[in-house]
């Protein structure tokens, strides 16, 4: 198994610019998370998704992000516009919802740099 | 889910075992306690998770104290790729989802 694949690995964009981060979780896992890891505020989880359904979104830091889950073998995040303090490593993750215990694979990552 | 407490930096020398440690005084009957860790530039690694008795796999032991107020993660033969941070980590088993809320962590640093 390829495990949870993100793209791009790597994102410099300019400040107002849109940016969609995209995410192929493990075959069969039914949840799937994005995280955002900085320096000063860790790993955060900002939304996470059960059987393709948006399950929790508290953790969107406001209305220019946005996370889309149109089937089981795909997930985006966009950021539009996007601004100098969304740069930051996005995680996804997938987990095989439904157990208890379940462990989460993590993706490895986008690291993202708005100017 | 209850709050974790960790320390915030470990040094052990390579070869040896290293104890991590993790206070989760609130922790409830029902909830698990996960260990990940990550290491630089990489995502979060699950390790190892407990109930309330010990368990261990290929990576680590996990030892729970009999109150489930505080545990301990063992690396039985630390190496240096194993210099990472060490996350510990309360969640109840009430949902069926894996949502998992990462504190700081403790950055073991394994030296030659």
């Known amino acids: 198994d390829a495990g949870v694949i993100q793209s791009p690995r790597h994102e410099v964009t300019e400040m107002g610019q849109e940016v969609t981060l995209r995410c192929k979780p493990i075959s069969g896992h039914n949840s799937l998370f994005w995280y955002r890891q900085t320096m000063m505020r860790g790993l955060e989880l900002l939304i996470y998704f059960n059987n393709n359904v948006p399950i929790d979104d508290s953790g969107m830091p406001e209305d220019r992000f946005s996370a889309k889950m149109p089937n089981a073998s795909f997930s985006t995040l966009k950021i539009q516009p996007s601004e100098p303090r969304d740069s930051a490593v996005y995680f996804c993750a997938s987990s095989p919802a439904g157990q208890r215990g379940e462990k989460l694979f993590f993706g490895s990552g986008t690291q993202l740099s708005v100017l | 889910d209850a709050k974790t407490t960790q320390p915030t930096s470990m040094d052990c020398a390579e070869g040896r075992a290293a104890n991590l440690p993790c206070n989760h005084s609130t922790i409830s009957g029902n909830e698990y306690v996960y260990w990940y860790r990550q290491i630089h530039s990489q995502g979060p690694q699950y390790i190892i998770h407990?109930?309330?008795n010990n368990e261990t796999n290929e990576m680590a032991s996990l030892i729970i104290t009999e109150d489930r107020k505080s545990s301990t993660l063992i690396l039985p033969h630390a190496t240096l790729r194993d210099t990472a941070v060490y996350y510990c980590i309360v969640r109840g088993s009430a949902s069926n989802t894996g949502k998992l809320i990462f504190g700081q962590g403790t950055t073991l640093q394994v030296k030659p």
């Open positions: 407990g109930l309330k």
